[in-house]
């Protein structure tokens, strides 16, 4: 298992490189010489026989060159605007802060680009509902715009929601963390400016989550406490916080997220309790019936790359109809990976032999299946997973709910148009 996951983590960092592909290439460009880039776009196009980073720009020119001749990147532009003008990139990757996605993705769009979009998508509501309904998305041919909700995109994420019964869902519990020793107060993460907080860094895989298992939105944020560094400048910025949703049918779905854990590092978590169902089984006399409870849960939904594991705990019971009398009882615990769709199936369970045939390797990053189906969504091709604009405007809508109920307030709004 150790040598397993070194081997996977070690091919995931470092991937073998493709020969590129003659014609048909996508040739990205890169806003910003980010943090974030190396991993979630340089990396897996390094593997990608379609797709070239080609060029990037930053503020400071000398920083992109940098960037640039580390990163083996051809081409240097001198802003971030130059990279829109180039006739030469077809897709644009903005890895910038929150709070300049909005600019940037409508630039980007009405310069005819696709976009792949750092998470979360913009800063608010009022500017998801302009994006993802600019009028350029509608015409014939559209550029493809994508928020880069890279983890939805691993096979574990979707193996384990193939165990879930969105409509008897009755409680789901989710948290994350980051040690401390990775975040730094200067980080854009707390600039409230620029878009910064907890729940926009990380609590929005919680939340995205919360939405994927329920299949549907929240009604309420019934409660959302936080907690800032109070030194008077980062004050409007959560560094951890905790959340509770009501959902349709009086379901609850919570989220709990630190940006200041321990020293090591602990897999994100989705704890899924169903209601009792009624499961058909002939093998009953009609007299008797059959009932399950569920809990599901996946340790390790935002990297599953690194570990993962899918619990799935059944309780049966077989009861006589007439007076509810308990005729048998027991529990069944299976546990499932999927570090790959092919695991995804090998592994079994319900459902399993719908993942047959979808593409990646053990060691791909959700990073690497995210680019995968932004080159097919690109190239008119089928793609298994994907997350639509109406769905990016729901979770900034989830995002708004909790800020508004914490007290912090709405992140601000750009004013470009
Ligand atoms: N998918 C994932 O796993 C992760 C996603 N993210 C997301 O990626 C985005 C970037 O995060 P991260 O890479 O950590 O951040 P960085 O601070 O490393 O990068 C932000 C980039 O924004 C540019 N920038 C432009 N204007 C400003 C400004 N006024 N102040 C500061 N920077 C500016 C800088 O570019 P320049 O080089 O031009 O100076 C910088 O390179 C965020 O949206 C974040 O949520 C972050 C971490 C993980
Ligand atoms: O977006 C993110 O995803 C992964 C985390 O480890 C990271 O800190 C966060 O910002």
Redesign the pocket.
């Known amino acids: 298992m150790v040598f397993a996951l070194l081997s996977r983590v070690y091919s995931a960092f470092g991937p073998p490189k493709v020969e590129k592909q003659k014609d048909g290439i996508i040739r990205f460009g890169i806003?910003?010489?980010?943090?974030?880039?190396p991993?979630?776009i340089i990396t897996p196009a390094i593997n990608h026989p379609e797709v070239i980073i080609q060029a990037?720009?930053?503020?400071?020119r000398k920083?992109?060159e940098e960037?640039a001749k580390k990163h083996g990147i051809p081409d240097v532009h001198d802003s971030?605007q130059a990279i829109l003008d180039d006739p030469n990139i077809d897709a644009i990757f903005?890895?910038?802060?929150?709070?300049?996605?909005f600019e940037w993705a409508v630039r980007s769009i009405r310069a005819g680009k696709h976009v792949l979009l750092?998470?979360?998508s913009v800063n608010t509501a009022a500017e998801a509902e302009i994006l993802f309904n600019l009028p350029e998305l509608k015409g014939p041919n559209p550029p493809v715009l994508l928020e880069?909700?890279?983890?939805r995109f691993h096979p574990a994420l979707q193996k384990f929601l193939s165990f879930i019964d969105h409509e008897n869902v009755a409680h789901v519990h989710t948290d994350s963390m980051v040690p401390a020793w990775m975040t730094d107060k200067d980080?854009?993460?707390y600039?409230y400016k620029?878009?910064g907080g907890g729940m926009?860094?990380m609590g929005?895989y919680n939340f995205g989550m919360l939405r994927l298992i329920f299949g549907t939105e929240p009604q309420e944020c019934t409660s959302c406490t936080v907690n800032t560094f109070e030194d008077g400048v980062h004050d409007q910025c959560d560094i951890d916080f905790k959340a509770q949703f009501r959902f349709p049918g009086g379901a609850i779905g919570e989220a709990e997220t630190t940006m200041r854990g321990g020293l090591l590092w602990k897999p994100s978590e989705a704890r899924v309790t169903h209601r009792e169902v009624i499961v058909p089984d002939s093998a009953l006399p009609a007299s008797q019936e059959k009932a399950r409870t569920r809990t599901a849960t996946l340790h390790g939904f935002?990297?599953a790359v690194m570990w993962h594991r899918i619990d799935v705990r059944d309780e049966y019971v077989i009861r006589n109809k007439k007076d509810g009398s308990v005729v048998r009882k027991w529990t069944e615990n299976n546990s499932y990976k999927a570090y790959s769709f092919k695991e995804a199936v090998e592994s079994g369970g319900e459902n399993a032999e719908q993942f047959k045939g979808f593409p990646g390797e053990v060691w791909w990053m959700?990073?690497r299946y995210q680019l995968e189906a932004f080159v097919n969504k690109v190239k008119g091709r089928p793609t298994q997973f994907w997350v639509s604009g109406e769905d990016s405007l729901n979770q900034m809508k989830m995002l708004d709910m909790a800020y508004l109920k914490s007290g912090l307030g709405l992140r601000p709004t750009s004013s470009f148009r």
């Open positions: 806003l910003g010489a980010a943090q974030i880039a991993l979630a990037v720009a930053a503020r400071d920083r992109a960037f971030y903005i890895p910038l802060p929150n709070s300049l996605h750092e998470k979360p880069a909700f890279h983890n980080n854009i993460g600039n620029m878009g926009m860094m929005t935002i990297h959700s990073y």
